[in-house]
């Protein structure tokens, strides 16, 4: 485990222009800024690197124990062995690995943080943990390489992605059995359901998605397009919108769970990957896997600040803590677990424009 020093972000460069040109520009740009100028608060939070952690081959997913003391991550490129990770969050000190045969990708955990639901890309199936013992308890087998989990809010269904086989399982956890598999896009990936009963697919290679209505399993309206690629999924805290990551779009969506409608569009970064929300709804974190960087977008604005995470190769997989505090991210191709803590910057007044 490395700790890294603090490192002064925000800088700009402007670009030249030429002349009369650049001066008129200039000055248009100053008018603007001090009409415009997002709101100090939106601009207080900014994110640093302060820790970081070796995993093992191809880190994806890191999830977070519903008491934050915990980070699991799994490990795409391990097979057979050392399949999850286990961190401190405090120290970062690993403390186990959970192992199974086959590749882990995606995680889900239930509110009491006893069990840990893990996707099985290569052999098909959902890994049922008991984190007393970091071991497997159960095998639930699901569709052809599933990926992103959902699970209901009573905790008796998790829905599972199945990328090569174009569905979607639904699996009763309390007989840890496959139900039934409903029909969906081309590469179905992002998955959520939100406490009212919608659950939605993100079809990656169809750049839709899907709406069904989680107790009768009906599909509730035609596919909605949803930006290029669209990978990662969440709902809101208060559970009136789902947030979608395009990659080739380089955006986050705001859909409107009743409707379906897509509401907005932000910038995620090139080449956004997970997404997370903080507890209160207000901002929304994006692993930029294109570049090296974090995205924050303040959902009450509408503004996104992009930060740097040093050293960091294709993040992938991200976590926030409830507060947004804390982010942990993963870097695909170096192998290290990344935490990135807020830093309050004071507020900064914006003169009154003449």
Known sequence: MRHLSSRTFGMFELRRLGGAVRAGVLLLACAAAAVS??????????????????????????????????AYVTNFGRRDAKNVGIYRTDTLEETGVIEFEGNGVEMVITRDGSTLYVSNFRRGMVEVIDLATNTVAAEIEVGANPKTMAISADERTLYVSNWSSDDVSVVDLVERVEVRRLRVGHHPRGIAVSSSGVLVVGNHADHTLSFFDASTFDEIRDEV????????????????????????????????????????????????????ISADGRWIFSAAYGAHEMVVIDTEDGTARDFTIDGIEKPCGLDATADGRRVYVTGWDDCHLYVMERDEEPPVEVPPAE
Request: positive net charge.
């Open 37 to 70: 100028a997002p709101p100090a608060a939106a601009r207080a939070a900014r994110y640093r690197v302060v820790d970081m952690a070796d995993t093992y081959s191809m880190p994806k997913a890191v999830l977070l124990s519903p008491d934050e003391s915990t």
């Open 225 to 276: 397009p949803c930006g290029r690629y669209p990978r990662h999924v969440i709902v809101s805290p208060d559970q009136r919108f789902f947030y979608v990551s395009a990659q080739v779009s380089a955006a986050v969506f705001q859909v409107d769970v009743a409707t379906g409608e897509v509401l907005q569009k932000w910038p995620g970064g090139y080449s956004p990957k997970t997404i997370d």
